[in-house]
């Protein structure tokens, strides 16, 4: 939803610049600002679903148990990490929030305080993650190389 309003806020820029001939003054920042929530939200999403960038070919040469204590350590600083960018863009947030986007006449809090929102989600997930089990160093179970081997193995005509 918020990639569809910046298209259409961008559109809107470009047709009254160039079909109009009249610019209007607040979408350049108003598509900024909802790029920085589209940013952080994205960011929280790829935590819960496990997405983001991982070095797995390293841990695999360890066994599970020192897997699942590198997994702890890896959350660990991760967490701490989040906090402190959550901490800090919240003693941001409040420092800006008196001051007022030119064009969009809002406050700087609200763009702003995407970084708070998404950091805090992202601790969330990570944590939610870890305690559930899905935050092993190997990521999730049934991949899809893991599903073909599977379906592979089984005689054919067998059900799923």
């Known amino acids: 939803m918020i ?6 806020v961008t559109f809107a820029q470009v047709v009254s610049r160039y079909v109009l001939q009249a610019s209007l003054p607040w979408s350049e920042e ?22 983001h960038f991982a070095l ?3 841990v695999d040469y360890f ?4 897997r699942q204590a ?3 350590v890896v959350t660990a600083l991760v967490s701490l990490f989040l906090m402190v960018f959550a901490w800090e863009s919240a003693k941001f947030t409040l420092a800006v929030r008196d001051q007022i986007a030119p064009g969009t006449r809002m406050s700087m809090a609200i763009p702003y305080s995407s970084a708070l929102v998404g950091s805090v989600l992202m601790l969330y997930y990570v944590i939610k993650n870890w305690w559930t089990g899905t935050a092993s160093v190997r990521g999730e179970e049934d991949t899809a190389a893991e599903m073909i081997e599977e379906a592979a193995r089984r005689p054919s005509g067998a059900e799923l």
């Open 30 to 51: 108003l598509a900024r600002f909802l790029l920085m929530w589209l940013a952080a939200l994205s960011s929280a999403y790829a935590f819960k679903v496990r997405s």
């Open 3 to 8: 990639l569809v309003s910046i298209v259409a």
């Open 56 to 58: 797995h070919f390293f």
């Open 63 to 66: 066994d599970e148990r020192t």
């Open 70 to 72: 590198i997994g702890t």
